[in-house]
């Protein structure tokens, strides 16, 4: 996922994304590029301590190159408004999660990733966070890729692709999509 | 224990930049103190052995009779003395003089510096400071005047240490002064086959200071004495004795504070490393080791650099100490220092900075260890919540916010970079000013010193021939509370001395003050002021009329009439010619010429070897600022590190990364700034009263706003400089650090 998203480099192979190759970026190119197509959801939410809830959000806001969502409507449609001006050590996991989504999603990119995001999460909490994915993917209409040991979760995803050691394994498409509140967390 | 001491290589590796800086101001530090004392101390001890050893003249004196042997051998007897007459030669050859000394035996005793003695009558020792400036070598032949000398090494007298041509001159003149020691016999040889202008008078050396009245009494009574001066006010003597002394309080006063401003510095920046080093700490908790085993693992963490630091100190005492020194004497003849540092002063350097930096370290530790194992081992810290709460509803763009938050959530941090921000100012707008002060005093005090173009002090009162110019006394009186000189002069009536420039009340018939002797003595219009004659003693209360604005002479100013009835003058006696023009008056008539041309260059010469000191406050200032603007700076980076990689994974470029985080301070060098302005103008007084004591000149507090814009210029760009260095470190930091740590 961090060589997907920009973050780190290939030793070998090559990746492309929505049909460029960006295996050969520069560094620079590809702080572009993240900047522009990326928006991440990390495990442990990797918020900005000294930000409240609604500053971790404008930070993607300020620097977003698409035409970025309104913060407000954004905090208000997540419902994460009660608690926009708490900062992320006042949050539950639950709640921190949330934000970093929020503030993923916030700059309106082309593709978000998200790294065992419920790693972290009591399953109310899991399942909490999904429905929230689910809506942001109704809502926006972003491509989202989830990386995830929780086997249960590729119920929701339209596409499912299994990796072992590295290598991908099998590739498939989800015929039996169900809602998140189906899902046995 | 061992296991866990084997991380010391890599966290060395991996914090070279904190080890660096914290070694370099612990080296900093440690060279302060160490050469500080050291100096003062080697100062003050080789002055005054060689005054000690080589018998420094208490006073020197001129009689009307001669004194024989026998006259000189009683004296000696009764008032336990050494007494001897003294004997120089002069002679001028265009910009240059030259002083050849009669050897003596009893006082004022040569001592040689570097070659051979003399012994010949042709052989001639020179003083170092002529020879050096004009590339004298030993075994050279000189030639003067006609007269060939053999160069056979360099000496000194050590009553002229402070080598000034004639006492009344403001400075040294190195380049254009060189005195010559010759044998006795050398000397009476040379003295027959020449016409150069010779001075004679007594040098005496009490066994029993207290006596020295009644000598002097005696020597009046008995041999009509017609001038003492003693070694109180003989600045030839009178400075270098006691320039140990001086520098030593300074030393005690400056060295401390700056040593424990640079190690409490130091001592912050530890505890934030180890701020850093929680998540280990955490871990070796959690593997069982005991708090005591933590604690003292961190101390010797700590103590790396203050040993490293403390070790280059003294090495760079030992080496530049003697060197430095020079400085604090770069007026008085260099004589061969026996520089050592203090084994208490080395033991003090060697041990307190990895003492104070081990102390810092274990109760860091310590207090870490109030946090549960979980906190920090999820590197935690519970109070942040709390600390960073501050404008959460403001509309605010969210990287003021940060900024501000980052200034006010860590009030220790803020305060510090204040701090060093504020002392760094200070340092370099003391420096500009003093320079500002300096100039001022050389551009104005040489045009108020200097009324007419040429000044010709006679060495006797003239009375019947006319030379020409306008005519005035200049005499010397002691004053009796601190046995100093000061100068009396009866200036002519109608002259351009009656346009003097007055600080207080106008000239006309009384007497006035410099505004030197009224700075220094607390003394104003109203006043009085006692003087003694120092041959007669007689005492006498003169009332002060006004002050003239002269910041450059210990003078006493009255009209020529006054000066006359006060020395006790029926005739129009004069001793002093005053003119525009440039007058015949040489040979034996004159002792010296003073023109207003001659005296700017002495002031500039002298005012010269005052900027080096300055130039090195302003380094200092420039210096300080750099490192501390570093260390603190890296200290937000580091605690920063996993937001700044966040903000690399969001998108943001560097460029924008650094303008949220390095340009959190930027408000402090302004405050900083503006707070060292109105400290610098106090010290600028306090500056000004030193040397008043010192050098008995008034420095007027003096500074251009040129000056302020340079050194806000300086300061400004020292600290965006330590950013420049910081953003190296910055654009290092990977954004894989916010994917493996941070558990917020």
């Not at chain 2, 003399?118 to 003083?127: A, Q, V």
């Not at chain 2, 810290?381 to 969210?398: A, I, P, Q, V, Y």
């Not at chain 2, 010709?456 to 200049?474: A, C, K, P």
Request: hydrophobic residues 40%.
């Amino acid at each position: 996922m961090n060589m997907i998203g920009g973050i780190d480099t290939l030793d070998s192979g090559s990746i492309t994304v929505d049909g460029v190759e960006i295996s050969g970026y520069s560094k620079k190119k590809l702080v572009e590029y993240r900047r522009e197509k990326i928006g991440f959801v990390f495990q442990f939410y990797n918020l900005i301590p000294s930000l409240t809830a609604r500053e971790n959000i404008e930070t993607t806001v300020d620097i977003a190159v698409n035409t970025p969502i309104d913060v407000k409507e954004l905090m208000e449609k997540l419902d994460i408004t009660p608690f926009a001006n708490r900062y992320p050590n006042q949050l539950s996991g639950g709640q921190q999660q949330r934000v970093a989504i929020a503030r993923a999603i916030a700059k309106n990119p082309a593709l978000l990733l998200c790294d065992e995001l419920t790693g972290a999460l009591d399953s109310k909490s899991a399942a909490e966070v999904l429905d929230f994915i689910e809506k942001v993917n109704q809502t926006y209409h972003t491509t989202i890729l989830i990386i995830t040991h929780n086997e249960a979760i590729k119920g929701i995803a339209d596409k499912v692709i299994r990796v072992k050691d590295g290598k991908v394994i099998s590739q498939e498409t989800n015929t039996h999509k169900v809602s998140v509140a189906e899902l046995e967390l | 224990m061992k296991a866990i001491n084997h991380t010391f290589k890599k966290d060395l590796r991996s914090n070279i930049s904190f080890y660096a800086a914290i070694g370099l101001l612990t080296m900093f530090a440690v060279f302060l103190s160490a050469v500080g004392f050291s100096d003062a101390a080697m100062i003050k001890d080789d002055i005054h052995k060689i005054m000690t050893e080589q018998h420094v003249e208490d006073a020197q004196f001129l009689t009307a009779l001669e004194m024989t042997d026998e006259d000189i051998s009683a004296l000696e007897e009764k008032y336990d003395a050494r007494i001897e007459q003294d004997a120089y030669l002069d002679y001028e050859e265009g910009e240059k003089s030259w002083r050849i000394f009669r050897g003596m035996d009893k006082v004022n005793v040569y001592t040689l510096l570097e070659g051979d003695d003399i012994t010949g009558d042709n052989e001639i020792l020179f003083d170092r400071d002529f020879a050096d400036s004009n590339s004298l070598e030993t075994g050279s032949t000189y030639v003067l005047d006609g007269h060939e000398f053999l160069i056979k090494g360099i000496g000194v007298r050590p009553d002229y240490l402070y080598s000034k041509k004639n006492d009344s001159d403001p400075w040294v003149d190195k380049e254009n002064f060189g005195m010559i020691l010759m044998t006795a016999s050398g000397y009476d040889k040379l003295r027959e086959s020449c016409q150069w202008q010779e001075t004679r008078y007594y040098s005496v050396e009490y066994g029993d200071e207290e006596r020295s009245e009644d000598f002097r009494r005696d020597i009046y009574e008995n041999f009509h004495a017609y001038s003492y001066i003693s070694d109180q006010s003989n600045s030839r003597i009178n400075t270098p004795a006691t320039s140990g002394d001086k520098i030593f309080s300074e030393a005690i006063v400056l060295i401390p504070v700056m040593a424990i401003v640079i190690l409490i510095l130091v001592a912050i920046v530890i505890g934030r490393m180890l701020e850093r080093e929680q998540k280990y700490i955490g871990t070796l908790a959690a593997l069982g080791y005991r708090r005591g085993e933590i604690g003292r693992h961190y101390m010797i963490y700590a103590i790396i650099p203050g040993i490293i630091g403390s070790v280059l100190g003294m090495a760079l005492a030992l080496i530049a100490g003697r060197d430095l020194a020079m400085y604090f004497v770069i007026d008085f003849q260099k004589l061969n220092y026996n520089y050592y540092i203090h084994p208490l002063i080395a033991v003090l350097c060697m041990v307190v900075p990895s003492l104070l930096f081990g102390l810092v370290a274990y109760r860091k530790t310590m207090k870490i260890f109030r946090r549960n194992v979980v906190s920090m081992l999820a590197e935690r810290d519970d109070r942040t919540g709390r600390k960073h709460g501050m404008l959460e509803k403001s509309s605010m763009s969210f990287r003021r916010k940060f900024r501000i938050r980052e200034l006010f959530s860590h009030p220790g941090r803020t305060v510090l970079i204040l701090f060093c921000l504020l002392l760094s100012a200070f340092m370099c707008l003391e420096g500009f000013a003093m320079k500002d002060m300096v100039n001022d005093l050389v551009d104005k005090g040489a045009e108020k010193a200097a009324v007419y173009e040429y000044s010709y002090y006679l060495n006797h009162m003239e009375l019947e021939s006319d030379l020409g110019g306008v005519h005035g006394i200049s005499t010397s009186y002691e004053t009796p509370d601190n046995g100093a000189s000061i100068g009396v002069m009866g200036v002519p009536e109608d002259s351009r001395f009656g346009g003097l420039e007055m600080k207080e009340g106008s000239f006309g018939s009384g007497f006035y003050i410099s505004n030197a002797v009224s700075v220094e003595r607390g003394l104003h219009k109203g006043d009085s002021i006692e003087v003694a004659n120092p041959v007669t003693l007689e005492k006498y209360e003169l009332e002060i009329f006004g002050v003239v604005a002269d910041n450059t002479q210990q003078m006493i100013y009255t009209t020529y009439d006054e000066a006359r009835k006060l020395m006790g003058l029926d005739e129009a006696y004069y001793n002093v010619v005053y003119s525009d023009e440039e007058l015949p008056i040489s040979g034996e008539d004159l002792a010296y010429v003073s023109d207003s041309k001659s005296m700017l260059d002495t002031f500039e010469s002298a005012m010269s070897a005052l900027s080096g000191f300055i130039n090195g406050v302003m380094f200092m200032g420039v210096l300080m600022s750099v490192v501390s603007v570093y260390l603190v700076v890296n200290m937000i980076v580091e605690s920063n590190k996993s937001s700044i990689s966040m903000l690399k994974v969001l998108g943001y470029r560097d460029r924008e990364i650094n303008g949220i985080v390095l340009n959190t301070n930027h408000v402090l060098v302004i405050l900083g700034f503006l707070l060292a302005l109105p400290m610098c103008i106090a010290l600028l007084r306090g500056v000004s009263a030193v040397m008043v004591s010192r050098m008995h000149v008034v420095l007027e507090p003096s500074f251009s706003p040129v000056s302020a814009l340079i050194c806000a210029a300086i300061i400004i760009i020292s600290y965006f400089v330590s950013l420049f260095l910081l953003r190296r470190k910055v654009s290092r930091i990977d954004m894989v650090v916010s994917l493996k740590g941070n558990r917020e």
